[in-house]
């Protein structure tokens, strides 16, 4: 995409772009740093680790070959419940999740219907070039995620020679994939489209796709040939406007390991040296008021000990009481009640192929007895119980299912670990 088509806009009612600078992928395999002090013009830059320029808090919009985009339509849950469920459901695209100090992924909730939530996941590819690291980046996003994308088109666009498509909510960011190079033939371009759409309206909850917009001249020259061969209605444009709702300084929190590593250590250094400068100013007052302070701890400490001994009855009352607490909690733990059980195993279900006719829960134990599509479904859903950090106390196992006209049954236990 050329640098013009996300320059910043001062008009967004967020937080102002003018807070910041913002470093993204051109049409060809390079870099444009745009400045908001002069949006209309642009500084090339080779690769992102090249990039020096502090004058302001700068934001890394990376291509989608850095930045994978995946659309979900997930059942309304808390936070908590929330990220297991996407972290499940990256996992079974085949997705490498970084889940340590700085995750390689964030989510943005786009909206909600029937019961359900429109989640947009951005995931950075894992492991993270070196060249695109950026240490003083205070954020790092999807470069679509910076525009406003048309509602209810498919818009492909051109990254560093790639052609790579988009599909939007109410005009932010849903999913994104890479086409592939943009030498690509019409026909082939036609194809992948077309599986595309097929693909994204038979997502429950995501609606029907009206539009195709084809961005950029190299894509607009396309136009003529690529009308007869789709169903859309197609609209050609030279750059897409930047989005009017994206609040940049509320922007989920999204480092590559690497960076974050960095900028932990250089806070802790300065941390270091402020507590040093502090600790020597004070050392000299420190030494001065020693004695007195010395006598003032023998004072408290007398006083202390005689409140040591006029608490001591009550504190050994605590001590009991909250042993007693730890006796109880198998039976007020929510993990441990049996609908709660139920309801994780359930949302690890598949939409098909996998029945279960038998449920029962004890405290030390949860058996299930069901029938699957054959044994490969059987052992991927007794995969996905052993991945469920609300099931992981368990230590689950199966035996060879049964396979009978063409149905696997199946047996699988969950032993609590430590047996209590």
């Known amino acids: 995409m050329a640098p013009s088509t996300i320059s910043p806009d001062k008009k967004n009612n967020n937080m102002s772009v003018s807070a910041f600078n913002f470093l993204l992928p051109d049409t060809a395999p390079s870099w444009m740093l745009v400045k908001s002090s002069s949006p209309d013009s642009s500084e090339q830059v080779d690769l992102p680790s090249n990039c020096k320029d502090t004058s302001k808090a700068l934001i890394v919009g990376l291509p989608a070959t850095a930045c994978r985009t995946v659309g979900l339509v997930l059942p309304n849950a808390d936070a908590t419940m929330l990220k297991a469920m996407i972290e499940a ?201 020693g004695w007195i302070y010395l006598q003032g701890l023998e004072i408290q400490k007398n006083k202390l000990q005689v409140k040591i001994e006029e608490t001591s009855i009550p504190a050994s009352e605590i001590r009991t009481t909250m042993q007693r607490w730890r006796t109880l909690e198998p039976a007020v733990e929510a993990n441990r009640y049996p609908i709660v059980q139920l309801s994780h195993i359930t949302n690890l279900m598949p939409p098909s192929g996998v029945l279960i006719k038998k449920f029962q829960a004890k405290p030390t134990e949860i058996e299930l007895i069901g029938d699957a599509r054959d044994a490969q479904t059987a052992t991927q859903f007794l995969e996905d119980l052993k991945k469920q950090p609300k099931l992981n106390r368990f230590t689950w196992s199966m035996p060879v299912p049964s396979v009978k006209d063409k149905t696997a049954s199946f047996k699988i236990q969950g032993k609590l670990e430590g047996g209590s």
């Open 89 to 289: 459901q990256l996992e079974k695209r085949g997705i490498n999740l970084d889940k340590t100090t700085s995750p390689n992924y964030v989510w943005h909730v786009l909206g909600h219907s029937m019961g359900q939530m429109l989640i947009s996941v951005d995931v950075l590819v894992n492991p993270f070039p070196d060249e695109l690291a950026v240490h003083h980046a205070v954020n790092y996003t999807s470069a679509m995620r910076l525009l406003s994308l048309p509602p209810g088109d498919i818009i492909i666009v051109e990254e560093q020679g790639l052609f790579v498509l988009s599909a939007s909510h109410q005009g932010r960011l849903w999913h994104s994939h890479v086409l592939g190079g943009a030498e690509m033939s019409v026909t082939d371009l036609a194809r992948e489209i077309q599986i595309t759409m097929l693909s994204l309206e038979s997502t429950e909850g995501f609606g029907a796709l009206k539009g195709l917009t084809l961005v950029g001249p190299r894509l607009t020259s396309y136009a003529k040939e690529l009308t007869p061969l789709t169903s859309l209605q197609l609209q050609t444009i030279n750059q897409l406007p930047p989005s009017q709702t994206l609040d940049l300084g509320n922007l989920p929190k999204l480092l590559p390991s690497l960076v974050f590593t960095s900028q932990s250590s250089r806070s802790k250094r300065q941390k270091i040296l402020t507590v040093s400068l502090f600790m020597l100013a004070g050392y000299v007052t420190l030494f001065v008021l």
